[in-house]
């Protein structure tokens, strides 16, 4: 988990804090192990769990573990009906909307 202050620093402390994750991320990579960044939580409710100072945000949870060598049964099944999306479907060029084109 982590939390900005939101007094220390009003103004950058989740910029702050998305940057000391991402490379906290990096540094698990780099030590073998996977992340998962979640961003979907019930603050309040964390914060109560934790006993986390009101002028504290909970801005990330992110889960640090070995990462599975093979997916599970219910993994593959869910791989093949949804796939992964093309570049071209979440990109824009140019400007936001501007459809990205791919030269191959």
Do not use: Q
Request: proline share 2%; charged share 25%; net charge neutral.
């Amino acid at each position: 988990m982590a939390c900005a202050d939101t007094k220390a620093s009003p103004d950058w402390c989740y910029i702050d804090v998305a940057i000391a994750v991402e490379n906290m991320v990096l540094a698990a990579t780099g030590e073998g192990l996977g992340s998962c960044w979640v961003g979907s939580f019930d603050e309040e409710r964390v914060k109560t769990l934790l006993r986390i100072p009101s002028n504290y945000a909970v801005v990330v949870l992110l889960a640090v573990g070995y990462a599975r060598e093979k997916l599970d049964v219910a993994g593959k099944l869910v791989k093949m009906v949804r796939g992964r999306k093309k570049l071209e479907d979440i990109t824009s060029s140019e400007e936001y909307g501007k459809r990205l084109t791919l030269h191959t």
